[in-house]
């Protein structure tokens, strides 16, 4: 199979709907660690292959440091969604959801704060690296 640009976002979306479940049950106010473990209730129960807590090994220059960083859910091999439960989005949060797309070489990155009222008005930032970028359409 050919993975495309169009099937990455599909994906994307799918996920994004598992989060809209999962805040629509639980509201807002919880610990992130609450809205991933029902994320990941919700993404299995889709039928997606779901990767939790996974480990990145930290390369600086094309040496591994023998460090890893933590991505909270990779969904599909393809997407890492980065969870947040605070008042609102900053830019660092950005900038961590980016690198960790870059070190794990995924074309999509989902940051989601389940401390919002709407997720798709004002909790959710999609973010694609140059691998989305290189894929065909």
């Known amino acids: 199979m050919v993975i495309t640009q169009k099937y990455v976002n599909d994906i994307a979306y799918e996920v994004v709907g598992c989060a809209i479940e999962v805040h629509k049950e ?5 610990l ?16 997606f292959k779901v990767e939790s807590q996974s480990l990145v ?9 023998g460090f890893n960083l933590r991505m909270d859910i990779v969904v599909e091999d393809l997407i890492v969604v980065e969870l947040k ?7 660092v ?19 989601i704060n389940f401390n919002s009222e709407n997720i798709t ?3 959710l930032v999609p973010l694609v690296t140059n691998v989305f970028s290189n894929l065909p359409k």
């Open 57 to 65: 090994p930290l390369k600086y220059k094309g040496k591994d440091l």
């Open 85 to 91: 439960s605070v008042e609102s989005i900053l830019p």
């Open 121 to 123: 008005k004002d909790g």
């Open 93 to 111: 949060f950005k900038a961590q959801l980016l690198t960790y797309l870059k070190l794990a070489n995924k074309p999509k990155g989902l940051l």
């Open 32 to 47: 992130e660690s609450i809205y991933e473990k029902c994320l990941i209730e919700e993404l299995v129960a889709q039928g």
């Open 26 to 30: 639980l509201g807002p106010g919880l």
